[in-house]
């Protein structure tokens, strides 16, 4: 079945250090993959998506590129801040699924310390 | 940007008991969904909706009953909640079937005695 798996549940950094967040999926249909992020006690917000093979996407210093052939889609950021800590959820739909539901990952919880 | 409400915010109850989770949505969504937080397991998909009387089975649906009562309204039942329903619950819309994004309200935090 559809699957979203996130092999890193906490990663600590520090600041101004790049991050590489792990994001894998299965899925026989065309897929559309999101990256969605949650502050402390707040909604998950999107935060990018991408249903391009091969293309990057960027927003707000972060930026993920869909890779087909490995079924990945990792999220990256070349310097990481104190508030970028916070849990990222990585999640999977495709064209044609049920009401478009969405497939989400475990998350990763990254800390940034000083 | 997309207002999604729930309410209440906070619950406590005892097992056993009756709990009614609300969700509005103001931006004439026709896609909305309930999901489940716990660490370790992300977002599970509890029921979704689209449109008024329309009701699809998510990932986690055993203990659960919802209703989508209009365009805007949607509700998640507790009909005689255990302990294991202790979680937090977030409310989703979406415009765009396939590809489009999620707009998530607050959540509310429900905890079962």
């Known amino acids: 079945g559809d699957s979203v798996t996130q092999t890193e549940g906490l990663v600590t950094l520090t600041k101004g250090l790049p991050v590489m967040l792990n994001c894998t999926y299965q899925?026989?249909?065309?897929?559309?993959l999101f990256w969605y992020v949650q502050h402390l006690n707040e909604a998950p917000k999107l935060l990018l998506k991408s249903s391009t093979d091969n293309k990057r996407t960027e927003h707000q210093g972060f930026y993920a590129t869909l890779h087909k052939s490995s079924s990945s889609f990792h999220l990256q950021k070349s310097s990481v801040q104190l508030s970028d800590s916070a849990l990222y959820f990585c999640?999977?739909?495709?064209?044609?699924?049920?009401?478009?539901?969405?497939?989400f990952g475990a998350g990763t919880q990254l800390i940034v310390i000083p | 940007e997309a207002a999604v409400t729930q309410s209440p915010r906070n619950k406590v109850t005892v097992t056993g008991g009756n709990v009614t989770l609300s969700c509005r949505q103001t931006n004439s969504h026709n896609y909305m969904y309930w999901y489940r937080q716990d660490t370790g397991h992300g977002l599970r998909l509890i029921h979704y909706s689209y449109g008024a009387g329309n009701l699809q089975i998510g990932d986690v649906p055993d203990g659960y009953k919802a209703t989508r009562t209009t365009q805007e309204d949607f509700f998640l039942l507790l009909e005689l909640a255990s302990p294991s329903q202790t979680s937090l619950y977030f409310c989703?819309?979406?415009?765009?079937?396939?590809?489009?994004?999620?707009?998530f309200g607050p959540g509310t935090r429900l905890t079962v005695l």
């Open positions: 999640a999977l739909t495709y064209r044609g699924s049920a009401l478009g539901r969405l497939h």
């Open positions: 989703a819309s979406s415009e765009e079937l396939g590809g489009g994004e999620q707009y």
């Open positions: 899925t026989t249909y065309s897929p559309f």
